[in-house]
Structure formats: structure tokens, C-alpha cells
């Protein structure tokens, strides 16, 4: 008698099993090929089926050497091809072929491969599968107490966790005792088991070395070598389930909510509680008669049926919104938007006329609005997002009104420098906080005022002082020193024989630059400056014909090396796309920018901003980047 097993009969141990209880006797085994390659690929990717078969197989070789019975491999190896598409059952179709040729009678645990098999003629004996890890309950839940955030386990390490109350979370050893690799493994397999055989869990991504889980209301994390350096469980689950009544400007958010379809982004740092405002809102309109739907990967939001949960159809979030579309919800929550990829979803979306509300991380409301800069159109953001929310320690911290319009930025006063402006004002005051715009060929945020509304030197006065100061140095070749007098007038301090190369020829020079930049600018020599002798707030950044060296600033920020290339100076700041930066030589500032998307700032060569720029590179100084303040 022959019989060909297969994967599933291999890894369960049915053949061993009758062999020794004598139901198989005298027969000759034959493996297909196909099998050993399955467990092997199985065993490779840390799974603990393919390791059960292989013991088998060594149980089988056993049998054999003492005579019990006659074991033989034959058939093809499968290729890398048929491995990966073994779900779609291309390594089943060489185990039947096998069974076939060899006139043999097909072992299998798996109902579907012993159907085919009958319906190709094959003589098939089909055994109920064992059951392999049923646990009844998340075997970590006793981790968790009423005040437990999340959890962190790790083999060799002490379990740890996050517990306290949202915004006073501590990080700390809830187990003296180390986890050992056998523990770890042993709950990694419960985890993931349970998820696939409960109607309460699900697995939401399973990759080589990664699985994430959605059980109940635990979101895990399973990381396994060699994407991990040990076997690591996180598990997170919600500790608080809010209405929008429990938060600040409720009755104003309510009515706001209510009046259309809005581009609302929810800000704030991880576990400040973003997603569970987020939820509470989801809540709020779902009973105010609105279809909601959700974009999430994973998806861990804590919403009643009523709302459908979408994760990333295929992959890609973009794929979600093209069926979401057909779908026609009132609002869509999307967490979280944080790739360039998910800010255009969000976008998209949103001019197409669906209410959206984003969860976005940000360590303040305004950095929300900044990380669509460059990623959309300057103009369409308020049309995009017309509220910011942001959260701190589980509380409504700050609302802004995001809105758009043509006038002269703040602290400017020619008429001929009205431009489109995005004005971000106080949801609770009306008054205005930030203005977003163009400023000689730069995006810069301006904050207005103080928290008394006064005018700062951090705000329009910081842009306009350093706009002014790089101006004057792309054409001076000593000292600079700018002070400025008021909204729309400043004085320039340079060295003397510098005095008419700025001016230039009939006072041309001077007027481009005041017509520029809306400022009157009144140019003199140090020995004019009152306060000659103090160390200067600017410097040229290294050693110039006045023997001044570059003052190096507290803040250094990250230091970059140029690329010049024929036609750009480009600085690859890595990462922080969308964000406003300050670029210095040697601590000294040279000029503002934006990070384009592909993570670089680039300055065209030729331009008076490259020329300072290749100066500082040629004299060695030190270029640094940071953020813009």
C-alpha cells in the first residue's frame, strides 16, 4: 500500500500516529518533494508548523531505518513561484500529481485539497485536522488593569507598561522576572492563533517577521526575528470612551459639525488622545443623522456597527477612497493621515465634497496645518481644512478657524504686496494667530503676537529683519546689521565702502529692494550703529574684509552637506517634508525655506540666496539646518 501525505497530514503527525497504533503497516510512504519544500519555507519564516513537520519527518526517517516501513521523496521541488501562491494552491496540485503517478492514496487534514482530489479521481483517506493553539482568551489580558494603556513584552526583558490616566502615563515594570524566548513564543502563537479562529479578532497585517492583530478591542503588535531583534509584543488598548459633551467648546464643535461637511485635522502628540476624540466625534454625527464611514490601518477605533471600518483595500489607502466615493458617506474619519500619499487621499476626498476628519500627529496645532505645506497647493488648504483641533492630555487644548484671504500680510504696509494670505485665528477669540503666505518666493508662517496681541520680533519682524539682512548681504561684501523701526521702516548698517554698491547707481539698487519688500530702508555705516561695540545679532557667518568671525548660535540644528549640481544647491534635510526651515552657516543665519518632497531644499544657482550659500561653502563653513521658530 502506498500513501502520499500531505502538508497538513506531515505537520499534524498523522502518519506517525498510525503507524504506531498499526493501522499502517508494512506501507511505503512517499513524500512528495513539495512538502519538504513547504515546511522548510515555513520553518525559515519563524513558523512553528513548518518546525512540527520537519519533526515528523524525522519520526518517518526512524520508522524506516528499523524496517516498520519503506519511506521515499519523490516528485518536484516547488519553485519560489508556487511557494508564494501556495494559498492559491499551486503546491497542492504537485502533492496530487504525486498521488496520482505514484497510485497511491492521498493523507490530508485540509477538506478542500481532499475534495479535489476526489474529483480527479484520487483515492483520498481525509483525517479532521488537529487543533493547534486554541486558547478561549487573549492569554496577556492579565496584564491589563483598569488604568493599563499598553503593554510591552520582550524575550530577556522585564514586561513592562503604560499606566496612569491620559497625559499622566508612566512607563513602567509591572514583572520582576524576564520573559524568556519560550514564553514569548508561546504567546506570540496564542495571539496570532486566536485571531484567526474567534469571530472577535481578525488579522489585520501579516508580513515576514510582523503580524498585527485587532482582537476585541486590543490592537497587538507580534514582531519576531529577523525583522526584530527578539520576539516583541506591544499590545494597545483605549482606556477611556468619550462623547463629544465631555470635551471643551462642545455646544460651538456641535454647531460647527452640523452646519456642512468639514475638513477637520485633529492634532496632537502620541497618546494625548487623539484617536479617542476622534471616535467621540464619529460618534456625534453618526446620531446627528450623518453616514460616517472610517478610513484605518489597523483598524482600532472604538465606534459603534452603525459605523463601517475600511482599512487599506489592496494596500492603498487611495483604493478606499475610490470605493468610499461610490459609497457616498457624509463624513469619513481617516487615521492617521501621515505620508505625503495620505495627505493627498485626505485632499482628494475633500474636494470631491465629503466631510473629513484627520487624525494627525503634531506637537502643536499649528505644526498640523504646516505638514500639508508642500503637499497641496498653498491656495486649496482652506478649502482643504478649515479647522484644527489639538489635544493635550486627553483635552480639547486649542481650536483654530483656518481661512483665506487677499490682503497685505501683517506688518507690511504697501498696497502692492497684497497677496492671498491663510489666516489661522483663535476659534475662541476670532482673533488671528498665524498667517500663512508667500514671502519672496518662500512659504513662511507668521505668528501676529504675543498672548497679548502685541507685535514680536518672533513674528512679521523675525521675517521681514532676515528677508532685509539677505538682501542686503547678497550684494554688500563686509558686515551686516539690520534694525528695524517700525512696520515698514529699517535701517541697514554696512561698511563703508560698501555704502554704494547697496545703494547703487541713482539709488536704483536700494529701490528694488525697498519695492521688494515694502520696507524703506535707510542705508549707513557702523560708525552711525549705537549699538557698535555690542556683539551684532547677525554676522556674515565667517571671516570677512572687517576681520569679524561668524557667531555660532545656541541652537546648531542638523548639519547637512551641499550637493552642487549644474543647475541647484541642494540641501538634503531628511525628512520633515512640508516643514519651514532655517538654514545658517557656521550658527549665522542665511535664509528661510520650505522642504520640498522629496525631503531637500533646492536653491537655484545664480540666485543671490546660492551665491551667499556657495560663499559659506567655499569658505568651509559649517551649514546647519533647523526648524523655523
Given amino acids: 500500500m502506498n500513501v502520499v501525505p500531505d502538508t497538513s497530514a506531515v505537520v499534524d503527525g498523522r502518519v506517525s500516529e498510525r503507524v504506531e497504533d498499526g493501522t499502517y503497516e508494512a506501507v511505503t510512504v512517499v513524500v512528495p518533494e513539495a512538502v519538504v519544500g513547504e515546511l522548510e519555507s515555513q520553518a525559515n519564516d519563524g513558523l512553528e508548523s513548518g518546525w512540527d513537520g520537519l519533526e515528523e519527518l524525522k519520526r518517518l526517517a526512524a520508522f524506516h531505518d528499523d524496517g516498520t516501513i519503506d519511506l521515499r521523496y519523490v516528485g518536484e521541488r516547488p519553485s519560489g513561484d508556487a511557494r508564494s501562491h501556495a494559498a492559491e494552491g499551486d503546491v497542492d496540485a504537485l502533492i496530487r500529481d504525486v498521488a496520482d503517478t505514484q497510485d497511491a492514496t492521498l493523507l490530508s487534514s485540509d477538506v ?84 484567526r479562529q474567534s469571530a472577535d479578532g481578525f488579522i489585520e ?157 503634531a506637537s502643536r496645532a499649528i505644526d498640523a496645518l504646516q505638514r500639508l505645506v508642500g503637499r497641496v497647493e498653498l491656495g486649496m ?121 547697496v545703494i547703487g547707481k541713482g539709488g536704483g539698487r536700494i529701490n528694488d529692494i525697498e519695492n521688494r519688500l515694502g520696507i524703506e530702508i535707510d542705508v549707513r555705516t557702523h560708525g552711525e550703529n549705537p549699538s557698535e561695540g555690542r556683539a551684532s545679532s547677525r554676522s556674515t557667518g565667517g571671516p570677512r574684509g572687517d576681520g569679524r568671525t561668524a557667531q555660532v548660535g545656541d541652537d546648531r540644528g542638523s548639519v547637512v552637506q551641499p550637493e552642487i549640481t549644474s543647475r541647484h544647491v541642494v540641501l538634503d534635510v531628511d525628512g520633515g517634508v512640508g516643514e519651514t526651515v532655517e538654514v545658517r552657516a557656521n550658527g549665522e543665519y542665511l535664509f528661510t525655506a520650505t522642504v520640498g518632497r522629496g525631503g531637500e531644499v533646492q536653491v537655484s544657482r545664480g540666485s543671490a540666496i546660492a551665491e551667499e550659500l556657495e560663499d559659506a561653502i567655499d569658505r568651509t563653513q559649517t551649514i546647519t539646518v533647523v526648524p523655523a521658530r
Wanted: proline residues 4%; charged residues 30%.
Fill in 381 to 501: 488648504i482652506p478649502q482643504i481644512v478649515d479647522t484644527v483641533v489639538y489635544i493635550d492630555a486627553g483635552e480639547v487644548h486649542t481650536v483654530y478657524d483656518v481661512t483665506t484671504e487677499v490682503k497685505v500680510p501683517a506688518g507690511l504696509t504697501a498696497e502692492d504686496l497684497a497677496r492671498p494670505v491663510i489666516q489661522v485665528s483663535s476659534f475662541e477669540t476670532g482673533r488671528p494667530e498665524f498667517e500663512i503666505y508667500t514671502f519672496n518666493r518662500q512659504v513662511v508662517t507668521v505668528p501676529l503676537g504675543d498672548e497679548d496681541g502685541e507685535q514680536t520680533e518672533s513674528g512679521v519682524g523675525r521675517i521681514a529683519k532676515q528677508e532685509i539682512e539677505r538682501e542686503i548681504r547678497s550684494v554688500a561684501h563686509g558686515h551686516v546689521d539690520v534694525a528695524l523701526r517700525g512696520d515698514d521702516e529699517a535701517v541697514v548698517y554696512v561698511e563703508e565702502g560698501d555704502i554704494g554698491t
Fill in 112 to 195: 478542500v485539497q481532499a475534495e479535489v482530489a476526489r474529483a480527479k479521481g484520487i483515492d483520498v483517506e481525509f483525517v479532521e485536522p488537529v487543533a493547534r493553539g486554541v486558547v478561549d482568551e487573549l492569554p496577556i489580558a492579565e496584564y491589563f488593569t483598569d488604568e493599563t494603556m499598553s503593554l510591552h513584552l520582550k524575550t530577556g526583558t522585564k514586561p513592562r507598561a503604560k499606566r496612569g490616566s491620559l497625559g499622566e502615563m508612566h512607563y513602567v515594570v509591572i514583572e520582576e522576572t524576564e520573559t524568556s524566548e519560550e514564553r514569548m513564543t508561546e504567546l506570540a502563537n496564542a495571539i496570532v492563533d486566536l485571531a
Fill in 205 to 361: 497585517l501579516s508580513d515576514d517577521g510582523m503580524d498585527i492583530v485587532q482582537y476585541r478591542n486590543y490592537r497587538i503588535a507580534v514582531a519576531r526575528p529577523p525583522f526584530a531583534d527578539g520576539v516583541e509584543i506591544t499590545a494597545v488598548r483605549p482606556i477611556a470612551k468619550t462623547t463629544l459633551d465631555d470635551y471643551e467648546f462642545a455646544d460651538d464643535l456641535r454647531e460647527r459639525f452640523l452646519e456642512q461637511q468639514r475638513g477637520v485635522l485633529i492634532s496632537g502628540s502620541p497618546g494625548a488622545g487623539k484617536s479617542t476624540f476622534a471616535q467621540a466625534v464619529a460618534e456625534f454625527l453618526n446620531e446627528s443623522d450623518y453616514a460616517v464611514k472610517t478610513m484605518e490601518k489597523p483598524r482600532d477605533l472604538q465606534v459603534g456597527p452603525e459605523i463601517t471600518q475600511y482599512g487599506a483595500l489592496g494596500g492603498a489607502m487611495e483604493n478606499t477612497a475610490d470605493s468610499l466615493l461610490l459609497v457616498r458617506p457624509d463624513y469619513t474619519i481617516y487615521d492617521e493621515v501621515r505620508k505625503t500619499r495620505d495627505f493627498e487621499v485626505f485632499a482628494d476626498m475633500r474636494m470631491a465634497g465629503v466631510g473629513m476628519v484627520g487624525v494627525v500627529h
